[in-house]
């Protein structure tokens, strides 16, 4: 008894057969167009089997024909830069060998894979694209992640010596503890003397101006955030975090207090006073600088003190495109994903800016999609300024169809189409006027159209209420994209399409 099922993804059907001796080629025959997906075609009788207690298919003969597949015709090819495999965990359905054997059918050149913080689709689309190039189809296999970004800063630093120094007591009424006036060197006396809280900052606040603050442990600096906002004063909360340095360039430490760094840097701890801590500081991060330049690292990152928590409707973190463009890149890439997952593990993997710009070195950063800093600005209708700092640290610019974002229409964020339209323009008008590239990405989770129902049953379970209302995140062949973009203009539609992939 041979039994199987066919199906044309609207219904499914049993069917069975009662075979002679002889005819067991039939089995062979089924799984040979099984296997190459092709169409079966039975021809038999429908009825109640009385086993299966269901209405079955007794086929008495069996056909098959080619399966219609899609093929991209444009003389010109697109190279898709945003795709998620099975490996984007309960998310992306698309199976990586299929996805780069498509693309090589296609006549692609290359294809990137981007899971969602992970790289665990390497090893098959390397090997998937070795195996292809022996066939005499070469395709070059873009090893990239689509990250969390902790959003933080980080700017150029310049070397600069001790210049003066600001030593202020500040009265502020609190008890001296007999362990406090040990380390400080403080009596009670000496604090009676001293200027009230209100009057300190506002002199610590004038002395620090718009100079870069250098601390060992960024609560503290958010602490003294805290004190000023009681009197109207405002301090910026970014810094340098030397503990937070040594750490990333000492991670067989397990401690990262001031004295561990003092004593593993090899540089004297001054004492427990305000302004000896402030020099064993400034020499921790003397020498974090010259391991630093030994490194090549030429950006200091630049934190945010003041602790990140989530609310309604805030992002802890943003979308962010990362593909390695060389052998350092791909180590780096290595890197910020085992530290993502090690000690930044919040839910989701996340890189800190500060991390990613230590280990920049042979990357390449894309904004990346609606969940990206760049479109989530452009969606708050943030300054032409405001949009330009933030697009400055990525070395391309995404844009995908508006069928991706339709739930901001649904949700009411989006009024219209045409307004979906107007943030893609307003991208491409940033990257023309800052000289950038804007890529047209699909998104990928899925190779086929059809497979969209698959994914809305993944996101039902996770919850969606719109998981039946799915995005077309199939992998569009390139006169696809082109009729998507074809708002832009000809010209444009073709550069952002196809010209730009190919930088």
């Given amino acids: 008894i041979l039994t199987f099922a066919i199906s044309d993804h609207t219904n499914t059907i049993p ?15 089924i799984a040979g167009i099984q296997k190459k997906k092709d169409i079966l075609i039975v021809a038999g009788k429908y009825m109640m089997d009385q086993w299966l207690r269901r209405m079955c298919v007794f ?7 080619p399966r219609a597949v899609r093929t991209d015709k444009s003389e010109e090819k697109r190279v898709e830069l945003h795709l998620h495999t099975k490996m984007s965990s309960m998310d992306g359905l698309t199976d990586v060998k ?51 970004l902790m959003p933080d800063s980080a700017l150029r630093f310049d070397e600069s010596g001790e210049k003066e120094g600001l030593s202020i007591i500040v009265n502020s009424g609190a008890a001296l503890t007999d362990a406090m006036a040990q380390e400080t060197g403080l009596t009670r006396e000496m604090i009676n003397g001293g200027v009230s809280l209100k009057d300190g900052l506002k002199q610590l606040y004038d002395f620090i101006g718009d100079g870069v603050k250098v601390i060992h442990d960024p609560l503290e600096l958010n602490n003294l955030r805290q ?35 003092a004593e593993a840097l090899g540089v004297e701890h001054c004492g427990g006073r305000a302004m000896e801590r402030a020099r064993t500081a400034a020499k921790i991060m003397n020498a974090v600088l010259s391991e630093m330049t030994a490194k090549d690292i030429e950006k200091l990152p630049l934190i945010d003190a003041v602790p990140k928590e989530k609310g309604k409707g805030r ?63 452009v969606l708050r209708g943030e300054s032409e300024e405001k949009l330009m700092s ?114």
């Fill in 15 to 29: 069917c069975k057969m009662f075979l002679e001796e002889g005819e067991n080629g039939i089995v062979d025959t």
């Fill in 59 to 65: 086929p008495r003969d069996v056909g098959w024909e």
């Fill in 98 to 148: 299929e996805a780069i054997k498509t693309a090589a059918r296609w006549g692609h050149k290359a294809i990137a894979i981007t899971d969602h913080g992970v790289v665990h689709a390497f090893p098959d689309a390397v090997a998937q694209a070795d195996k292809l190039k022996k066939d005499g189809k070469d395709i070059k296999i873009l090893l990239g992640v689509e990250g969390y």
């Fill in 227 to 261: 004190h000023g906002l009681r009197f109207d004063m405002e301090l910026d909360a970014h810094c340098v975090s030397t503990s937070m340095l040594f750490h990333y360039l000492h991670r067989e430490s397990k401690q990262t207090d001031m004295r561990t760094a």
């Fill in 315 to 377: 992002r802890l973190t943003y979308h962010i495109i990362i593909m390695a463009r060389n052998h350092e890149g791909l180590m780096n890439l290595y890197r910020l994903v085992s530290y993502a997952h090690l000690e930044h593990l919040r839910k989701v993997p996340q890189i800190p800016r500060s991390l990613l710009n230590m280990h920049r070195e042979g990357l390449i950063i894309g904004s990346a999609c609606e969940a990206g800093e760049l479109f989530r600005a």
């Fill in 390 to 503: 933030i697009a400055d640290m990525y070395d391309y610019l995404e844009i995908q169809p508006i069928g991706n974002n339709a739930f901001l229409m649904r949700n009411g964020t989006v009024d219209t189409e045409e307004g979906l339209r107007d943030l893609n323009r307003r991208i491409v008008a940033l990257g023309d006027k800052m000289g950038k590239p804007v890529v047209a990405t699909g998104d990928v989770h899925f190779l086929e159209p059809d497979d969209a129902l698959f994914r809305s049953i993944i996101m039902h379970a996770r919850g969606f209420d719109d998981a039946e209302q799915q995005a077309p995140l199939y992998f569009k062949t390139t006169d696809e994209m082109l009729e998507e973009f074809s708002y832009l203009g000809e010209e444009k539609a073709r550069e952002v399409v196809i010209t730009n992939p190919n930088m």
